[in-house]
């Protein structure tokens, strides 16, 4: 216990150096450090309905994160959160789109079930090559993104394209209102059910189950797994399945929540903040939920960062990249350290 409370004290203090880094940046710039700081707690926390736009951008990033949680406790580096939001994305909207006019009993648990068959199966063909051959799963996962980017990008401009659009970005046709799950680009019980359905599913997953236990291993002792009867490829392969499973499921939401259709720029840093909150997380479901509902106020924040401090809302970036250097400097060593052993083995 105390040796969990010192990872998160740990990561919270990375965190605030961040910011104060990105504070005497911003002074040096030219911009107001305090404003900056003044901006990003009432846009997150403070000002009127600051909560609900924290919480709506929170949770779609709580539900990709966890999908990176179960993967890297498997021991597998499954980067390609961002192509898996983008292809259950797209999946979803096919059939919703497809299927318009239907009965939204029928069409809305089809949009969901396509949504999340469509990230799982894009995270399957890394997780094979990555059990099958040994290929790199970062680099597999990384290229993927930039497919289902591509992807993205052609059927919004091709199949699904809305043909009353403006030209200036390039979109699907809007989901039809019976199957929206919240009204405009706003919160609804509707998403904040299923995410916590979502999270209490995989907290028992990690905690109370047998693959729980085994997943943890094999991301430290690989050798003691195999010990124990298990097989390693399966471990992997659940845990790509499942992180591409629920990156599928938070595009789907986006589609019939909030957005309320495809775009080809939507959300194009979502799976990587995704990443970086499983890491200041250090893995765990409890922490990670806590982690992107803060990641999602930066979000929020973004809109107040022009107003009352006169930074670009890309600033939001610069902090979240700040953030990254250092969680990651503090977790390089142990996974440059693996690596210099098995190389010298």
Same mark, same amino acid.
């Given at each position: 216990?105390?040796?969990?409370?010192?990872?998160?004290?740990?990561?919270?203090?990375?965190?605030?150096?961040?910011?104060?880094?990105?504070?005497?940046?911003?002074?040096?710039?030219?911009?107001?450090?305090p404003?900056?700081?003044?901006?990003?707690?009432?846009?997150?926390?403070?000002?009127?309905?600051?909560?609900?736009?924290?919480?709506?951008?929170?949770?779609?990033?709580?539900?990709?994160?966890?999908?990176?949680?179960?993967?890297?406790?498997?021991?597998?580096?499954?980067?390609?959160?961002?192509?898996q939001?983008?292809?259950?994305?797209?999946?979803?909207?096919?059939?919703?789109?497809?299927?318009?006019?239907?009965?939204?009993v029928?069409?809305?648990?089809?949009?969901?079930?396509?949504?999340?068959?469509?990230?799982?199966?894009?995270?399957?063909?890394?997780?094979?090559?990555?059990?099958?051959?040994?290929?790199?799963?970062?680099?597999?996962?990384?290229?993927?993104?930039?497919?289902?980017?591509?992807?993205?990008?052609?059927?919004?401009?091709?199949?699904?394209?809305?043909?009353?659009?403006?030209?200036?970005?390039?979109?699907?046709?809007?989901?039809?209102?019976?199957?929206?799950?919240?009204?405009?680009?706003?919160?609804?019980?509707?998403?904040?059910?299923?995410?916590?359905?979502?999270?209490?599913?995989?907290?028992?997953?990690?905690?109370?189950?047998?693959?729980?236990?085994?997943?943890?291993?094999?991301?430290?002792?690989p050798?003691?797994?195999?010990?124990q009867? @298990?097989? %390693? /490829?399966r #471990?992997?392969? &659940?845990?790509?399945? $499942?992180?591409?499973?629920?990156?599928?499921? +938070? !595009?789907?939401?986006?589609?019939?929540?909030?957005?309320?259709?495809?775009?080809?720029?939507?959300?194009?840093?979502?799976?990587?903040?995704?990443?970086?909150?499983?890491?200041? @997380?250090? %893995? /765990?479901? #409890?922490?990670? &939920?806590?982690?992107? $509902?803060?990641?999602?106020?930066?979000?929020? +924040? !973004?809109?107040?960062?022009?107003v009352?401090?006169?930074?670009?809302?890309?600033?939001?970036?610069?902090?979240n990249?700040?953030?990254?250097?250092?969680?990651?400097?503090?977790?390089?060593?142990?996974?440059?350290?693996?690596?210099?052993?098995?190389?010298?083995?």
């Open positions: 216990m105390i040796g969990y409370l010192t990872q998160i004290i740990r990561a919270v203090a990375f965190v605030f150096i961040a910011l104060l880094l990105c504070g005497v940046i911003f002074e040096f710039a030219g911009f107001s450090a404003l900056m700081f003044q901006s990003i707690a009432d846009g997150a926390f403070l000002s009127m309905r600051a909560w609900e736009n924290s919480l709506r951008w929170g949770l779609p990033l709580f539900l990709t994160a966890l999908g990176v949680v179960i993967s890297f406790r498997c021991g597998f580096f499954n980067i390609g959160a961002q192509g939001f983008y292809m259950g994305a797209i999946a979803a909207t096919f059939v919703a789109d497809g299927l318009n006019g239907q009965s939204a029928l069409v809305v648990p089809l949009t969901f079930a396509a949504g999340i068959l469509g990230g799982a199966l894009w995270a399957l063909w890394p997780g094979l090559l990555r059990v099958k051959s040994g290929t790199d799963e970062v680099i597999t996962t990384l290229m993927g993104n930039f497919i289902a980017g591509l992807a993205l990008i052609y059927v919004t401009s091709g199949p699904l394209k809305d043909p009353s659009g403006t030209g200036q970005a390039a979109s699907s046709r809007p989901i039809g209102e019976a199957y929206r799950i919240s009204e405009g680009n706003s919160l609804s019980p509707t998403i904040i059910v299923i995410c916590v359905l979502v999270g209490v599913g995989m907290w028992v997953l990690v905690n109370r189950t047998a693959f729980g236990v085994l997943s943890s291993l094999a991301g430290r002792n050798i003691m797994v195999v010990w009867g @298990a097989r %390693l /490829s #471990l992997g392969l &659940a845990g790509f399945v $499942i992180g591409g499973a629920l990156a599928g499921l +938070a !595009g789907t939401i986006e589609v019939l929540g909030p957005i309320g259709r495809l775009s080809s720029g939507m959300l194009p840093t979502h799976g990587f903040t995704a990443i970086l909150i499983a890491l200041v @997380a250090n %893995l /765990s479901v #409890l922490a990670t &939920a806590v982690v992107a $509902i803060f990641f999602g106020g930066l979000a929020a +924040a !973004g809109l107040y960062l022009p009352l401090a006169g930074l670009p809302a890309a600033a939001i970036d610069i902090i990249a700040a953030i990254a250097l250092f969680i990651t400097a503090r977790a390089w060593p142990k996974r440059l350290t693996g690596l210099l052993r098995r190389d010298a083995t």
